[in-house]
C-alpha cells in the first residue's frame, strides 16, 4: 500500500458561523437577540464593522467636490466636470440607499448632497480664480467661464443621487 493512501485525510475547516450572519440584524427586537456594535468598531470576534453609509456618503461627497475644484479651479477644464457632477450623484445615492432612514429622506439627502457638491465645485473654482487675480462675482465668472455647465451639472448630479437612492440596497 502506498504511503498516501496510509495517511489520514486533512481536518475540514468549518466557520464558527454561516456567512448568511452578515445580512442579519441584530438589536433589540430581533430574532438574534445581540446589540450590534457601533459602526467601525469591531465586535467580540474582532470582525470590523461597516462605517455608517451617511459617513460614507459624505467621504464621497467630499472627495467629489475636491475632484470638482481640481479640475474646474486648479486645472481650468470643462472636460470631465459632468462625469464627476454624476459619478459623485449616483455614489451618493447608492451609499445613503444603505440606511437605515426612509427612503423619502433618502432620496432627497442625497440629491441635496449632490447639489451641494456641485455647488461646493463650482464656489471652489471662482475662489481659486479670484486669488489668481481675478475681480469678478461668483455668477458673472462662472457664466463666463463655463456658460450653461454648472446649471447642467446640478441637473445630473440630482438625477444621478434620485436614481442611487432608489436602486442602491433594498433594506430587509
Known amino acids: 500500500m502506498d504511503a498516501m493512501a496510509a495517511a489520514d485525510p486533512p481536518p475540514k475547516r468549518t466557520l464558527d458561523r454561516p456567512p448568511s450572519d452578515r445580512y442579519r440584524r441584530f438589536g433589540p427586537g430581533s430574532t438574534g437577540g445581540e446589540i450590534a456594535p457601533e459602526d467601525g468598531v469591531a465586535d467580540a470576534d474582532g470582525d470590523e464593522r461597516r462605517a455608517a453609509p451617511e459617513l460614507q456618503a459624505a467621504v464621497v461627497a467630499i472627495i467629489g467636490a ?14 470631465g466636470q459632468l462625469f464627476v457632477a454624476g459619478v459623485t450623484g449616483a455614489l451618493v445615492g447608492l ?17 441635496m448632497i449632490a447639489l451641494a457638491v456641485v455647488i461646493v465645485g463650482a464656489m471652489g473654482a471662482w475662489l481659486i480664480g479670484l486669488a489668481e487675480g481675478g475681480n469678478m462675482d ?6 463666463a467661464t463655463t456658460g450653461v455647465l454648472v446649471p447642467v451639472e446640478l441637473v445630473i448630479a440630482a438625477l444621478a443621487a434620485a436614481w442611487g437612492a432608489g436602486a442602491g440596497p433594498i433594506r430587509p
Open 66 to 79: 475636491a475632484i470638482m475644484i481640481l479640475i474646474g479651479g486648479v486645472l481650468p477644464f470643462t472636460t
Open 95 to 111: 451609499f445613503l440607499a444603505g440606511s437605515e432612514r426612509p427612503r423619502s429622506w433618502v432620496r432627497r439627502a442625497a440629491v
Open 138 to 143: 461668483p455668477f458673472t465668472f462662472l457664466w
